[in-house]
């Protein structure tokens, strides 16, 4: 493969996952449940299935804040902003799931923790 070619697949990769990532974040913003699952099993793929539990949880309520991980920072490098937001989106839902399991009498080390049955699945 040339080079040329490399570069193209790359390119044609990147653009079909994100106009998969695009289509699957508006598929669990619907109300059908239908829509919700299709939406998030885009997001099993690479085990960041826990994504729509931030997004609708911390990001709608955060969005621009310093405690949204999924806002950048000013002058934030992408290769910077990347890692924080993958990181923070996890420690986010693991606080949230942990909060919501205790408060039913659950341990958050359970398969009822969303975050860890989520991406067993």
Known sequence: MSNVQAFLLVLALAHSS?????????????KQLIHKV?????YFKCFYSHFFIEHIKGHHKNVAKLEDPATSRKNES?????PRSIAGSAKSVWNYESE?????????FSLDNRMISFNLL
Do not use: C, D, P, W
């Not at 299709?38 to 885009?42: E, I, N, Q, R, V």
């Open 18 to 30: 994100a106009a998969n990532i695009s289509v699957s974040h508006e598929l669990f913003h619907r």
């Open 38 to 42: 299709t939406g998030t099993l885009t």
């Open 78 to 82: 992408l290769y910077s902003f990347i």
């Open 100 to 108: 919501r399991l205790t408060k039913s009498g659950k341990s958050a």
